[in-house]
């Protein structure tokens, strides 16, 4: 069983930081890509970061403010969000590409953290 815990999420003003902390665990053997995803009220769920290998994707909307970061020992993605704007608002989910010791692959997600950017 894989397990993938989120932490970060908090209110926070317009223009402000916050950084989002995604860790896996459980029986894993290897994991390929991690990314961080959000779904905003009345919105369907949309991709925000995404890492694998070398390679890191960012949505449009968050290109230049967002920062997604991988730490392999700890099996841990963390998604640094600067200049915050009220269009930031949702909860963001992580998602991991996750091999199980048994070989398994699994498409794996957070319960979610709920980040709310306002004044």
């Known amino acids: 069983q894989v397990q993938l815990v989120e932490s970060g999420g908090d209110l926070v003003q317009p223009g402000g930081s916050l950084r989002l902390s995604c860790a896996a665990s459980?029986?894993?053997?290897?994991?390929?890509?991690m990314g961080w995803y959000r779904q905003a009220p009345g919105k369907q769920r949309e991709v925000v970061a995404t890492m694998k290998g070398g390679s890191t994707n960012y949505a449009d909307s968050v290109k230049g403010r967002f920062i997604i970061v991988r730490d392999n020992a700890k099996n841990t993605v963390y998604l640094q969000m600067n200049s915050l704007k009220s269009e930031d608002t949702a909860v963001y989910y992580c998602n991991a590409e996750v091999t199980t010791a048994a070989r398994s692959i699994l498409n794996a997600w957070g319960q979610g953290t709920l980040v709310t950017v306002s004044s």
């Open positions: 459980g029986s894993i053997f290897s994991i390929g890509a």
